[in-house]
């Protein structure tokens, strides 16, 4: 059974950082995907990063280029967004998101995911 699990939100100052991490267990491949993506209250789901799950590859908003860093940790079945000097706007509960099977469409497209997690709440403060 997959199942996909956040966890690392909270509060923030703005100008700290934070770690998010999404465990992943079940069945992936080399092809499979993950992705990071938030929804802020009263606002569309958005993209935030995403990476193949072999590593080779990692994509990001405009928002989080620079700030951000998506990344697979030693234990390989975990995938981390660390976040960096964040601001008051990132404010939003973050969502991991997997998709197993090997895809031709973008990896910011929400659509393409398969399994998603629960959330979890990033709140940074002015």
């Known amino acids: 059974q997959v199942q996909v699990v956040e966890s690392g939100g909270g509060l923030v100052q703005a100008g700290g950082s934070l770690r998010l991490s999404c465990a992943v267990t079940?069945?992936?491949?080399?092809?499979?995907?993950v992705g990071w993506f938030r929804q802020a209250p009263g606002k569309n789901r958005e993209f935030v990063a995403a990476?193949?799950?072999?590593?080779?590859?990692?994509f990001y908003a405009d928002s989080a280029k620079g700030r951000f860093t998506i990344f697979r940790g030693s234990a390989k079945d975990t995938v981390y967004l660390e976040m960096n000097s964040l601001k008051p706007e990132d404010t939003a509960v973050y969502y991991c998101?997997?998709?197993?099977?090997?895809?031709?469409?973008?990896?910011?497209?929400?659509?393409?995911?398969?399994?998603w997690g629960q959330g979890t709440q990033v709140t940074v403060s002015s």
């Open positions: 079940g069945r992936t491949d080399s092809s499979s995907r």
């Open positions: 990476i193949k799950w072999n590593g080779s590859i990692q």
């Open positions: 998101a997997l998709r197993i099977s090997y895809s031709l469409r973008p990896y910011f497209e929400a659509n393409e995911y398969e399994y």
